[in-house]
């Protein structure tokens, strides 16, 4: 994902790299390579947590990698993956009914469902 700032983000899906947890908050292992910035994964959603996932983000934006605009980055982020598995549920209707379609359109409902629900608490 390409930043406002030139800064380009990548974001992983390796979730067992963790920098460190402190006050129960997962910081991901992270890289910066001139203007790229590759993070191990990151939260986007819980239900039981809301509001953690972002203060984990926080915590790695701008007290480890020293930047600004925490809030405008994390919303480009959940942006996007609500994009994404928007385009899930689009390319399922073209599906079949069979029990594989329904699990992945629950999950991709569930997903949804955290980062809206994330959201309201920021």
């Known amino acids: 994902m390409n930043l406002p700032d030139g800064t380009q983000l990548v974001v992983g899906r390796q979730l067992a790299k ?3 947890n402190q ?7 992270y890289k910066v390579r001139g203007n790229k910035v590759i993070i191990s994964h990151l939260w986007v959603g819980s239900i039981n947590m809301p509001r953690r996932p ?4 926080r915590e790695l934006w701008e007290k480890h990698l020293g930047r600004k605009d925490a809030i405008n980055v ?4 959940r942006s996007y993956n609500t994009q994404v598995l928007l ?4 390319l399922l209707e ?5 029990q ?3 699990l992945v359109k629950r999950a ?4 949804l469902r955290n980062i809206a629900e994330s959201f309201e608490e920021l």
């Open 100 to 102: 594989a379609k329904k």
């Open 87 to 90: 385009k899930i549920l689009e």
């Open 74 to 77: 994390w919303s480009r982020i």
């Open 23 to 29: 006050n129960w908050i997962r910081i991901p292992e």
């Open 108 to 111: 991709t409902m569930h997903q």
């Open 54 to 57: 972002f203060w984990s983000f």
């Open 18 to 20: 963790v920098k460190s």
């Open 94 to 98: 073209k599906e079949p009914e069979t």
